[in-house]
């Protein structure tokens, strides 16, 4: 039955596949996750008005973020080819595929992060001030857990489009089930593979969907 | 004791500047309840939040234990705010902490160990009257409960004064008293001085011993409560004491009441403190031989004793 639907499908590679993507997403994630609120960090505290202020630093980040924001991923790739090579010592395979996703999709976050906590309710934040709170206490125990929930379902969305990089970075040979559909699938003309692939995807993103939306709920308190 | 001297805040932007504070003077030793009542506008916020430095004073000093806050740099206040609480129109609580880790956050702040800090909030929260709440989040409480779960944080680091900014202009009248009695309860247990400020007379009436009247940023009159409801010198200030006895301003009416006759005459009478407990009324008609009409009163309770107002026609022989 399996074999009348899919008749090229290699369920061993398919699995392989899998573990990639689920490997180069979650690395990417974490990646993403770090530095988008170091960056999302950075825009909002030097923002007017706020804890670090400082124009200078403000726009400077904010250009970063912006240029980095405005580059195709697929070229972005193709930039970051030398880099990659002297970081990860290879351009194949799906370490090779991680500092252009982290790259990518940080700045990308990070615009999200500053969204959120430019949601902190001011007065919170002013309360903690007159307690004589440190900066960063401030930081720590009053912006990041009063945004969590937003910074929860911003890594979601950042996530799952990670998980569209991941395929794409399959172009350029850095594995998953990108790499498998383009490859296996439609350079020999296997569309079955393609079909597979594509279902494997969606599910992946799915799941990423549904743990984003249960997290956020969890530690959402208001 | 706390001794503010020539404060003054100006707020300049682009196209124009704001004396939001305009040299306030004013001293508040310790143990007292201290209001500052004024219209919206009049620089109230701005004045409460000058003393822990959330604005930064244009000019003045403000000595609080023999240290001038207005010169305090940041390190020395940041140590120094730990000892000024504050409790807030909004409550302002976090709300993805717990009433107990709310209440145990300036602990943290001050660097007090867990087991300390853990006795400290149960201290706390019996204090303030939340026993059993400790495990709700600042979403499951009411509003009285919020600014309960306020105090208790605002106390945790024994301060050594407390900033009320319209601390229960947020609640309904019945809950703005319990409040109010728990303001008047620490202060009485923990001999605690309070600065409040507020729009409502009620509340200066009901637990303030001295207070000041601000108007555009400036003090127009302070001193203790009863003095200033009994005279009260400014516009403003007359206003605020009509909000009390709210047929004051009908005393155009009583004119229907009041004979043409030679004989009789109309008085208005304050009664203070203890006074207002003597059958005054009963005692000078009898030992005066003279009629006496009562026309409209009213008695409300403060801090500093009763103090109620009588309207009265007496009539008899002119002497
Ligand atoms: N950050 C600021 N920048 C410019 N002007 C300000 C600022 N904060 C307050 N003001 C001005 O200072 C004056 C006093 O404001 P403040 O908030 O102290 O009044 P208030 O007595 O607390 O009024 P309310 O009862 O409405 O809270 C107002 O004219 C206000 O517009
Ligand atoms: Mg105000």
């Known amino acids: 039955m399996f074999n009348d639907i899919f008749p090229n499908v290699q369920m061993d590679q398919m699995w392989v596949a899998t573990y990639e993507t689920f490997y180069m997403t979650i690395i990417s994630v974490i990646g993403t996750f770090i530095l988008g609120i170091l960056l999302g960090l950075l825009l909002y505290l030097t923002n007017r008005g706020n804890l670090w202020q400082n124009s200078i630093i403000n726009s400077i980040t904010a250009s970063v973020v912006n240029v980095f924001r405005a580059i195709p991923f697929i070229i972005l790739i193709l930039l970051l080819f030398p880099f990659t090579d002297f970081l990860v010592g290879t351009i194949r395979g799906p370490n090779a595929a991680l500092p252009a996703l982290i790259i990518g999709a940080a700045p990308f976050y990070a615009r999200l992060v500053e969204i959120a906590l430019k949601e902190v309710d001011k007065g919170v934040i002013e309360a903690a001030q007159a307690m004589g709170a440190k900066a960063h206490t401030i930081i720590f125990k009053v912006l990041l857990p009063e945004s969590m929930p937003a910074l929860i379902s911003g890594i979601t969305v950042t996530a799952i489009a990670l998980i569209s990089y991941t395929a794409m970075a399959g172009v350029i040979g850095a594995g998953g089930l990108g790499d498998l559909a383009y490859m296996q699938g439609f350079q020999r003309r296997n569309f079955d593979v393609v079909f597979l692939c594509t279902i494997f995807i969606v599910v992946i993103v799915f799941i990423f969907q549904f743990l984003g939306d249960w997290s956020s709920r969890k530690v959402d308190h208001r | ?319």
């Open chain 2, 1 to 319: 004791m706390i001794s503010i001297k020539n404060l003054s805040k100006v707020f300049k932007t682009k196209d124009q500047t704001v004396n939001a504070v305009d040299d306030v003077s004013i001293d508040i030793p310790k143990g007292e309840i201290f209001g500052v009542i004024g219209y919206s506008g009049a620089g109230k916020s701005t004045f409460i939040r000058l003393i822990n430095r959330l604005e930064d004073p244009s000019e003045g000093e403000i000595i609080l234990d023999d240290q001038d806050i207005a010169a305090l740099k940041k390190e020395p206040l940041r140590k120094k705010r730990q000892k000024i609480g504050m409790i807030f129109q909004h409550f302002n609580l976090l709300w993805s902490r717990t009433v107990f880790e709310n209440i145990a956050f300036p602990l943290e702040i001050a660097g007090v160990q867990k087991n300390d800090r853990e006795e400290k909030v149960q201290e706390l929260i019996e204090l303030v009257g939340l026993k059993g709440r400790e495990n709700s989040y600042p979403s499951q409480l009411s509003g009285g409960q919020k600014q309960r779960v306020g105090i208790a944080r605002a106390l945790a680091n024994d301060p050594t004064v407390l900033l009320c900014d319209e601390a229960t202009s947020a609640l309904d009248p019945e809950t703005t008293d319990d409040i109010l009695d728990l303001l008047v309860s620490i202060n009485e247990k923990l001999n605690l001085t309070i600065i409040l400020i507020t729009h409502e007379m009620h509340v200066i009436q009901k637990v303030c011993h001295r207070v000041a009247v601000m108007e555009q940023g400036q003090v127009v009159e302070q001193g203790e409560v009863l003095n200033v409801f009994v005279k009260p010198q400014s516009k403003t200030t007359k206003r605020f004491v009509q909000q009390l006895s709210p047929l004051e301003h009908q005393i155009d009416r009583l004119d229907e009441f009041i004979t043409d006759d030679e004989q009789s005459e109309v008085v208005k009478l304050h009664f203070i403190g203890n006074n207002a407990k003597r059958a005054l009324i009963s005692e000078v008609s009898k030992q005066l031989d003279v009629a006496i009409n009562i026309l409209q009163g009213s008695i409300s309770p403060t801090q500093e004793g009763a103090y109620g107002t009588l309207y009265v026609e007496i009539k008899g022989e002119r002497t």
